[in-house]
């Protein structure tokens, strides 16, 4: 298991929270995501490292901006 932090800017209410992890439970082999909404960090164990990129993608789905590895 691995477990990787993530700055998330723009997140500022429930639905944003819904919304990051709703997209970033579509990649493969996420089990847990964490979201701190007043930190702006989320938090992701997966059974495997996840590419930076494919994190970025599923943030910015969501509407929010990956600013980097908390």
Same mark, same amino acid.
């Given at each position: 298991?691995? =477990? =990787? ?15 990051? =992890?709703?997209?970033?439970? /579509? ?6 995501? =964490? ?5 702006? /960090? ?13 994190? /970025? ?11 980097? /590895?908390?």
């Amino acid at each position: 298991m691995t =477990t =990787t932090a993530y700055t998330v800017t723009g997140m500022n209410c429930g639905h944003c929270v819904q919304s990051v =992890t709703e997209e970033l439970e /579509r990649l493969a082999s996420v089990s847990t995501i =964490t979201v701190d909404l007043a930190d702006g /960090r989320v938090t992701v164990v997966s059974e495997q490292e996840l590419a930076d990129g494919d994190v /970025r993608a599923a943030i910015s789905e969501a509407g929010f901006e990956l600013v980097g /590895r908390a």
